[in-house]
């Protein structure tokens, strides 16, 4: 099946840095969406996106399906952003997650 | 307020007992999903479903099982068959098969 792998597994930053999260896939896909897990457990969708690129205010994400691979971008972090961030693909494969951890 | 509701979102249960996991959605959505998420990993996919009357294994389905009689409704049982139960399982719809997935909140599951 098809893999998938995030990268960095985790991430520490001072509140208002700049990061950028990445997706790698092994086949070609057709989907892809991008996840906030906040610490209730609770997935909250931050972008569907196949191909090509979207902004969704301090949050964007861009991905090269041709290439296999996503970046979600966070701009001016918040603490609130902390949490981890999933990718999935084809029939909604996850990867391991990138556990963010922004600092005051 | 349209969405998907899982319950119970607590349960502790004895080993050896079967489970049974609620899945309601009023998206009018034709996919739903089942995943299990063990502590800090990622999710896996245990069952899904493209239409009413019709469901697939998806990478880790031994000892559990699902039904869709329903639309709206897709439950999963943890069966006595599962090793390692204690998890929190999260339900998903979709409005086609490999659509946008929208989660439920999920439910813990601790076997005691």
């Avoid at chain 1, 999935?88 to 951890?101: D, E, I, K, S």
């Avoid at chain 2, 959605?25 to 493209?50: E, F, K, V």
Wanted: one cysteine or more; aromatic letters at 12%; a neutral charge.
């Amino acid at each position: 099946g098809i893999q998938v792998e995030q990268s960095p597994p985790d991430l520490i930053l001072q509140e208002g840095a700049n990061s950028t999260l990445r997706c790698n896939f092994s086949d070609s896909v057709n989907n892809l969406q991008w996840f906030h897990q906040n610490p209730w457990g609770q997935l909250i969708n931050l972008f569907y996106i196949p191909s090509g690129t979207k902004q969704n205010g301090r949050l964007s994400a861009t991905t090269v399906a041709t290439e296999r691979y996503s970046l979600l971008y966070i701009s001016s972090s918040q603490t609130t952003d902390s949490g981890v961030y999933f990718c999935a693909v084809g029939l909604m494969r996850f990867g391991a997650g990138t556990r963010l951890t922004v600092k005051p | 307020d349209g969405g998907i509701t899982q319950s119970p979102k607590y349960l502790f249960r004895k080993e050896g007992q079967n489970v049974t996991l609620s899945c309601e959605q009023n998206l009018n959505h034709d996919a739903m999903y089942w995943y299990r998420q063990d502590p800090g990993q990622g999710l896996r996919l245990i069952y899904y479903s493209q239409i009413v009357n019709d469901f697939q294994k998806g990478d880790i389905a031994e000892g559990y099982s699902v039904s869709r009689e329903k639309k709206e409704s897709f439950p999963l049982t943890v069966t006595s068959a599962q090793k390692n139960p204690t998890a929190f399982y999260l339900c998903a719809s979709s409005i086609e098969l490999r659509g946008e997935l929208f989660f439920g909140e999920g439910s813990r599951l601790t076997v005691l």
